[in-house]
């Protein structure tokens, strides 16, 4: 946490010469950086809190509402990249089943493909933690993961490229024998890689890595979290 001293010398009393800029928060690399800051025009300052911090990638920054009682500035920092999962969402609706190919020529076609394209994401996340509940892997009282676990991405893709089989399942969802071939191919075809030394922020949030991880720790630095998590699997 920056001091008082220290914080007193961010804030911009309007004696400055030039604007306060992103070239000021990278002046002391290894500086954790979480002053009050206001924004807009003077009639109508918005208060913000500004967070900046130094990650293995270099300085991160954050403007936020989230007020500095309730939400230390690592926690500032995991809440927005839990957040990036959205856009993880929104690419996998792009490069896995096809939003970024949309070539039709009337808005509600677009439309059905779109929502065809969040669908599919949306079950591909539905199934990966239905296995996760089936498992044991989720709640208070989880099991220790010992086998990889399904990775949305994966399943988006078998669910792409086995759309047939999946009609099939649907149009004799009375045979059991439908749905077991195409439950089949999912479970052996989307296993995460990544399971064991590169756990997503929701993963170690929820628990759902191979060895617990702090949640403070990876929040605090998830180079080093990880790291500690790729020891302890060296000596398990």
Known sequence: MVSDEERA??????????????????????????????????????????????????????????????????????????????????KRCKSVLNADEIDERTGA??????????LGSVFANAIVHEEHTQRGWTGARRR??????????????????????????????NDPAAWDRWASLILHNTKDPSWRNRPSAIDVVKGRTHRLVPTDAYARNPAAALQMLKKALVRA
């Open 144 to 173: 220790a993961i010992k086998q990889p676990p399904l990775h949305p991405t994966p399943v988006a893709e078998t669910m792409s490229s086995s759309a047939q089989r999946m009609g099939m399942a649907l149009a004799h969802h």
């Open 9 to 90: 010398k961010w804030i911009d009393d309007g004696s400055l010469h030039e604007p306060f800029t992103a070239k000021d928060l990278n002046a002391k690399p290894t500086q954790i950086v979480d002053i009050d800051v206001t924004v807009g025009p003077p009639n109508a300052l918005i208060p913000l809190r500004l967070v900046s911090f130094p990650t293995a990638g270099g300085h991160v920054s954050f403007l936020t509402t989230l007020s500095r009682t309730t939400h230390t500035w690592a926690e500032v920092g995991l809440l927005y990249r839990l957040r990036w999962t959205i856009e993880t969402d929104n």
């Open 109 to 118: 076609s677009a439309l059905i493909l779109v929502h065809a394209a969040m």
